[in-house]
Every structure is written in C-alpha cells, then in structure tokens.
C-alpha cells in the first residue's frame, strides 16, 4: 500500500478505507492513543490501538520520538478536535528511541526555552514551534520566487566567493587555501595571496548586488536569492554572520519605482503566508498571546501576529526623508527629555533606538526612509540635485528595524568614479563593474531584503537564530 502523508489523511474522506502513514510519535496516552507526526502538517493523526490484540513488548517500544509505520483504517473520529483517526491493525517500529535518551531532549513533550533549543538544533526541528517555523520559511521562499517569477523577473546567481570588497557593507570572511601556519610571504614580508587558490585574496560575498546589476543591465529585471556572510561581530537578536538576502535589480527604475516594487513585494509575502500557511500561524499566534499574557503591559504585542500581518497588507507604508526624520526625532518627547542615547544631528546614521522611535511610536506602521546623507551610505547610490544626499531607501518594521536597504544606483560613468576616489574603492577592482556604465548607461535601482527578517516578522519569532536551521554567529558554527 502507499504511504499518505499526515496533511492529506487528515482531509481524506476515504472512510472505512484502509491507510498507511509513518512518522514519529508525539505522544501515546493509556496505552490506546497514539499521537503521529510526519511534518508535513503541525496536525497529528490519531491512532487508535485496541491494547488486546496487540503484544505488549510491541508497544512498550510506541514511545515519543520513535518512528512508526502505521495500517489500519480511516475511520471517522469520535473525539473532538479531528475529523478522522485511524483504527489501528498494523504497526511496525522502523526506528526505536529509548524514552531515558528522549528525556534529556528537546523531545520531551514539555515547555523548553529557546535557548535550550538552540543548543538541540539537530532536534529541533520535532517540536511544534520549529516544525511551524520552518514550514513557514518554506513558504517564504516559495513566494519571493513565485512572486517574481510572475511578474517576469529572471533569477540570477551570484558568486558566493568574491574577489572584490567593494560593496562595503561589511567586514569579510577570508577563502584561502594557504597554510595558515606557514604562508608564502611577498618580498616585505606580506602573506603572498598570488600563490593562493584564486591567485588574489578572496572572500565570501557580503551581496550579490554589484553582479546583479551587471545582469539587470542586459535582461532588465532581475533578483538573486543567496547566501550572504557578514564577519562583524554583532551578538545582536538581528545579525547573523550567515544570512540569505534577495536582491532585485530593475533597469529603468528610479527611487519611487524602487519602494513601489518593495511595498507590493512585502505586502505580497505577507498575504501569501496567510492564505498559505493558516494552520502554522494559528499555532504561532497563539502561542504569542500565551508569552505575552507573561510579560508586563507594556511589553506585549498592541497587535496580534496575524492582526500584524493583515496590518502590513491593508495600509501603505510611511515614506519620509531623512532630513524630515531628523526633524521629527527632534520634536519628540524621547529626544526632548534626552532619552535617547545616540545624538540625533544631520549627518549622522539613525540609531536603531532612533528607528524604533519612527515606526512604533511616531507612525505605528512600516516607515520608508529616503534620501540619505552620502557620507554613510555606499558609494554606488545615486547622488541627489542638492550634492549631499543620495536616494537610498531604509525600509523600517515594527519589532523588526531593517528589513530592506536599497537605491537608484548612479548611473552617470563621471560621477561614479569620483565616488570610487572619495571613498578609497580601487578602480582596478571593480572594473567591470564601471565598464557597465560607458555602455548604453541606464537610470536602474534596486534593493536586499534580509530573508531571515522576514521570516521573522511572518512568525513572530523575536530572535533571527531561531528562524533559520542551524545560525551561525559570533564562536558559534556548531552542526
Ligand atoms: O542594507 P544591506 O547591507 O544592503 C545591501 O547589502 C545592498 N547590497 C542591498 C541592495 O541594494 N541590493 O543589507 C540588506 C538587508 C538589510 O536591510 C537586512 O534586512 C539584511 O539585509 N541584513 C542582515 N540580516 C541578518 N544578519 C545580518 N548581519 C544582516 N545584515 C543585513
Ligand atoms: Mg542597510
């Protein structure tokens, strides 16, 4: 017989037809009741053993975490909460787990802390919360493809080693193959990288932005969807050393068509997710309520996580300058009582204090900020008539901060190059990216979504180690 999955037998309406499921049990009560999971739904089937005909050292191996093949048939429920269980005739152990084992694990069928799953990342994925966590990243994934798929985008893939830094965004993670205890020195006794691999230093990408637009500028629309490696040391709930970004890039696109096309993109993942993945988040939803009856007022949701999720698709996102930003943090009560512990000065980077004031305080909803001072943003975004701002974009989320970064990129060869000089890029690096900009130049704009933040904002999940299998962070690449 063939194997139904979980999420299927639960619909089926086969009654009185015979079934096979296999998956790992969750629980098996009074020796009667057994719990199967297979993943594929948070929902267990429920199996129902008459003990009598069955042997007893059989099922004294039923216990959670072991995996079973389960025949029998699918009968209507006579509990409530399901449709159907199945009666069980069959049920054959394909993998034993010793209940003393499954009781130091994350396995136990009680309230761990996150913590503690971090540390079981080999197993966590059998809890309910992992198991909706990840069902959902899925998702995500899906419709960022699907998403651009539809709309005639082609997906690109950009090298994850990198010869160039150019980027800037972050510090890099060295790809050698030397000896590191005994590398070949230069005359001035340097580590001689032309005898390395690639014969020149290289790392892994901080983003794939720099090719993409190499692409955008021949196939019009494009987006890469990868992994990205940043080697700063930031312990924060927020930044990981490995993250996943998409990066689309539009040829003819100023700045507004840029957060037009950002907008409807998140908007888009939003509602997919809520048609798509009803059962993870009703589990999610609740499961937040439940934390935040724990908390203190003043630290629980104002909205639920499908009231957030509906939130983002029915109202637009604020837009505002940075210049106005700065007037705004002026004016508010935080600044005035120097609750801030950042300066708020024209010139100087908003502060994720300063962030968090604009999008939970001051407008309660997604903020678009643009048009930043060139000084902190990269050299590649497009300068401003006024010479002292470029038409970067920040997108800002609530309980999130930034999700997106983005620009016109400079289009003009002359002006870029200056850029190159004043911010110490060597021409002779990314030549090929300038090249592109002596033929057929064209206004063009783009933008990363850090994947991980959006995953985040969809489930709820207030750590982005806990929304990706295996996080790796500052002293941690275990598994
Ligand atoms: O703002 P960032 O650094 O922008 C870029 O890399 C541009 N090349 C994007 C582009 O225009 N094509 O990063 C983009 C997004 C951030 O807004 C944030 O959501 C996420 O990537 N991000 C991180 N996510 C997790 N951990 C980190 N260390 C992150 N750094 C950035
Ligand atoms: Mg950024």
């Given at each position: 017989?063939?194997?139904?999955?979980?999420?299927?037998?639960?619909?089926?309406?086969?009654?009185?037809?015979?079934?096979?499921?296999?998956?790992?049990v969750k629980a098996f009560?009074?020796?009667?009741?057994?719990?199967?999971?297979?993943?594929?739904?948070?929902?267990?089937?429920?199996?129902?053993?008459?003990?009598?005909?069955?042997?007893?050292?059989?099922?004294k191996r039923v216990t959670?975490?072991?995996?079973?093949?389960?025949?029998?048939?699918?009968?209507?429920?006579?509990?409530?909460?399901?449709?159907?269980?199945?009666?069980?005739?069959?049920?054959?152990?394909?993998?034993?787990?010793?209940?003393?084992?499954?009781?130091?694990?994350?396995?136990?069928?009680?309230?761990?802390?996150?913590?503690?799953?971090?540390?079981?990342?080999?197993?966590?994925?059998?809890?309910?919360?992992?198991?909706?966590?990840?069902?959902?990243?899925?998702?995500?994934?899906?419709?960022?493809?699907?998403?651009?798929?539809?709309?005639?985008?082609?997906?690109?893939?950009?090298?994850?080693?990198?010869?160039?830094?150019?980027?800037?965004?972050?510090?890099?993670?060295?790809?050698?193959?030397?000896?590191?205890?005994?590398?070949?020195?230069?005359?001035?006794?340097?580590?001689?990288?032309?005898?390395?691999?690639?014969?020149?230093?290289?790392?892994?990408?901080?983003?794939?932005?720099?090719?993409?637009?190499?692409?955008?500028?021949?196939?019009?629309?494009?987006?890469?969807?990868?992994?990205?490696?940043?080697?700063?040391?930031?312990?924060?709930?927020?930044?990981?050393?490995?993250?996943?970004?998409?990066?689309?890039?539009?040829?003819?696109?100023?700045?507004?068509?840029?957060?037009?096309?950002?907008?409807?993109?998140?908007?888009?993942?939003?509602?997919?997710?809520?048609?798509?993945?009803?059962?993870?988040?009703?589990?999610?939803?609740?499961?937040?309520?439940?934390?935040?009856?724990?908390?203190?007022?003043?630290?629980?949701?104002?909205?639920?996580?499908?009231?957030?999720?509906?939130?983002?698709?029915?109202?637009?996102?604020?837009?505002?300058?940075?210049?106005?930003?700065?007037?705004?943090?002026?004016?508010?009560?935080?600044?005035?009582?120097?609750?801030?512990?950042?300066?708020?000065?024209?010139?100087?980077?908003?502060?994720?204090?300063?962030?968090?004031?604009?999008?939970?305080?001051?407008?309660?909803?997604?903020?678009?900020?643009?048009?930043?001072?060139?000084?902190?943003?990269?050299?590649?975004?497009?300068?401003?008539?006024?010479?002292?701002?470029?038409?970067?974009?920040?997108?800002?989320?609530?309980?999130?901060?930034?999700?997106?970064?983005?620009?016109?990129?400079?289009?003009?060869?002359?002006?870029?190059?200056?850029?190159?000089?004043?911010?110490?890029?060597?021409?002779h690096e990314i030549w090929?990216?300038?090249?592109?900009?002596?033929?057929?130049?064209?206004?063009?704009?783009?933008?990363?979504?850090?994947?991980?933040?959006?995953?985040?904002?969809?489930?709820?999940?207030?750590?982005?180690?806990?929304?990706?299998?295996?996080?790796?962070?500052?002293?941690?690449?275990?598994?």
């Open positions: 017989m063939k194997r139904t999955e979980i999420v299927h037998a639960l619909k089926s309406d086969k009654i009185n037809e015979d079934i096979l499921v296999k998956g790992w009560r009074s020796n009667r009741f057994i719990q199967l999971s297979d993943g594929s739904t948070i929902h267990t089937i429920q199996a129902v053993v008459d003990f009598e005909k069955f042997d007893e050292a059989l099922l959670t975490g072991a995996a079973l093949s389960i025949t029998g048939k699918l009968i209507e429920s006579q509990g409530a909460g399901q449709k159907v269980e199945i009666a069980v005739e069959k049920i054959e152990i394909l993998g034993d787990a010793d209940p003393e084992e499954v009781s130091k694990t994350v396995m136990q069928p009680k309230k761990h802390s996150l913590e503690f799953l971090r540390e079981q990342a080999h197993l966590r994925f059998r809890t309910n919360l992992f198991g909706a966590v990840f069902r959902i990243r899925h998702s995500v994934a899906y419709a960022i493809h699907k998403y651009f798929n539809d709309r005639g985008y082609f997906y690109i893939h950009t090298p994850i080693v990198t010869g160039s830094d150019a980027e800037g965004a972050g510090e890099m993670f060295r790809v050698s193959t030397l000896d590191p205890k005994n590398p070949p020195l230069t005359e001035d006794g340097k580590v001689d990288y032309s005898q390395d691999f690639f014969g020149k230093e290289t790392n892994l990408t901080v983003s794939g932005q720099l090719e993409a637009e190499l692409a955008a500028l021949a196939l019009g629309k494009v987006y890469t969807f990868g992994p990205t490696f940043r080697a700063e040391n930031s312990n924060t709930a927020r930044h990981l050393a490995e993250f996943w970004m998409i990066e689309p890039e539009v040829a003819f696109n100023d700045i507004y068509d840029n957060m037009d096309l950002a907008e409807d993109f998140l908007r888009y993942i939003c509602k997919y997710v809520l048609e798509t993945n009803a059962d993870d988040l009703a589990f999610l939803n609740e499961r937040e309520k439940q934390e935040d009856q724990a908390k203190p007022t003043a630290e629980r949701n104002e909205l639920s996580l499908i009231d957030r999720l509906n939130f983002v698709i029915s109202n637009d996102f604020q837009r505002l300058t940075y210049t106005e930003a700065i007037e705004v943090l002026k004016n508010s009560t935080p600044y005035k009582k120097k609750k801030f512990k950042y300066p708020v000065e024209w010139g100087t980077d908003l502060q994720s204090e300063h962030e968090r004031y604009l999008v939970e305080k001051e407008y309660k909803k997604p903020v678009i900020i643009t048009g930043y001072p060139a000084s902190f943003k990269a050299f590649y975004m497009r300068q401003n008539e006024d010479g002292k701002t470029v038409a970067a974009m920040d997108i800002l989320f609530p309980g999130i901060g930034e999700i997106i970064g983005g620009s016109q990129r400079e289009e003009r060869y002359d002006i870029l190059i200056e850029k190159c000089k004043a911010f110490n890029i060597p021409e090929w990216y300038l090249e592109t900009r002596k033929f057929g130049t064209v206004p063009h704009a783009g933008f990363g979504l850090g994947f991980e933040r959006m995953v985040m904002f969809v489930t709820g999940m207030t750590n982005i180690r806990d929304v990706i299998p295996f996080p790796r962070f500052p002293k941690k690449a275990e598994f």
